[in-house]
Antibody, heavy 116, light 108 residues
C-alpha cells in the first residue's frame, strides 16, 4: 500500500525551530516528487513547495521562499519541512503529498501550534 | 502566479440532486487541473486529474470537464458522504501549483 505517514503534532513558541517529517512507503521514493501544503485554521489549501528525492531538486512557491526549508533523506524515504524561527502565523496543519502534478497520495497532516 | 477562483463559495444541495462547481484560472492552464475533496478533520483526497480523469476508486458520479481557463466538477446525484469542501488546483505552471479557495457543498 502506498502511504505517507507524517510526524506528530507540535506545540512551539515563537522564535523556536522545528522540523516535521513525512515517511513514504509502498513505492519508489526517489521516483516521485513530494509536495508540502499548508492549511491555516478554517482556511483553504496553500501550495508551499516540492522536492524530488532522487536528486534533491527543490522548488518553492514565491510565498514561502525563504520562510521554510524542504529537504529529503532518500536512505530512509523521508521528506522534511523545517523552520529556523517560528512565528504565530505558522500555526496550521501541514500536509505532504506525492506529486509533482496532481497530488495523488496524502499524509494525514501535522498540526503545528505556535504561541507567542 | 496563476490565481484560481472557485464559485460559488457555498452550494446548498439536497441529497440526490446534481451539484455543479466552477473553477476559473487567471490564465490558461491547458488541461492541467485537479479536483480534491476534503472532509472535516481529514486530509484532501484526489478526485479528478487532467481536468476530466477520475482518480482510482472515485465513483462515476464525479465528473470533471473544461480546459484552458474554465473548469467544472459535476456530482451527478449527491450522496450523504459527498457533503464536503472541494478544491481545484492547477499544475500547469511552476513554481506554484496554486489551489482555488474552495467550494463548500452543504445539505439543503
Amino acid at each position: 500500500e502506498v502511504q505517507l505517514v507524517q510526524s506528530g503534532a507540535e506545540v512551539k513558541k515563537s522564535g523556536e525551530s522545528l522540523k516535521i517529517s513525512c515517511k513514504a512507503s509502498g513505492y519508489s521514493f526517489t521516483s516521485y516528487w513530494i509536495g508540502w501544503v499548508r492549511q491555516m485554521p478554517g482556511k483553504g489549501l496553500e501550495w508551499m513547495g516540492i522536492i524530488y528525492p532522487g536528486d534533491s531538486d527543490v522548488r518553492y512557491s514565491p510565498s514561502f521562499q525563504g520562510q521554510v526549508t524542504i529537504s529529503a533523506d532518500k536512505s530512509i524515504s523521508t521528506a522534511y519541512l523545517q523552520w529556523s524561527s517560528l512565528e504565530a502565523s505558522d500555526t496550521a496543519i501541514y500536509y505532504c503529498a506525492r506529486t509533482p502534478d496532481a497530488m495523488d497520495v496524502w499524509g494525514q497532516g501535522t498540526t503545528v501550534t505556535v504561541s507567542s | 502566479e496563476i490565481v484560481m477562483t472557485q464559485s460559488p463559495a457555498t452550494l446548498s444541495v439536497s441529497p440526490g440532486e446534481r451539484a455543479t462547481l466552477s473553477c476559473r484560472a487567471s490564465q490558461s492552464v491547458s488541461g492541467n487541473l485537479a479536483w480534491y475533496q476534503q472532509k472535516p478533520g481529514q486530509a484532501p483526497r484526489l478526485l479528478v486529474y487532467a481536468a476530466s480523469t477520475r482518480a482510482t476508486g472515485i465513483p462515476a458520479r464525479f465528473g470533471g470537464s473544461g480546459s484552458g481557463t474554465e473548469f467544472t466538477l459535476t456530482i451527478s446525484s449527491l450522496q450523504s458522504e459527498d457533503f464536503a469542501v472541494y478544491y481545484c488546483q492547477q499544475y500547469n505552471k511552476w513554481p506554484a501549483f496554486t489551489f482555488g479557495g474552495g467550494t463548500k457543498v452543504e445539505i439543503k
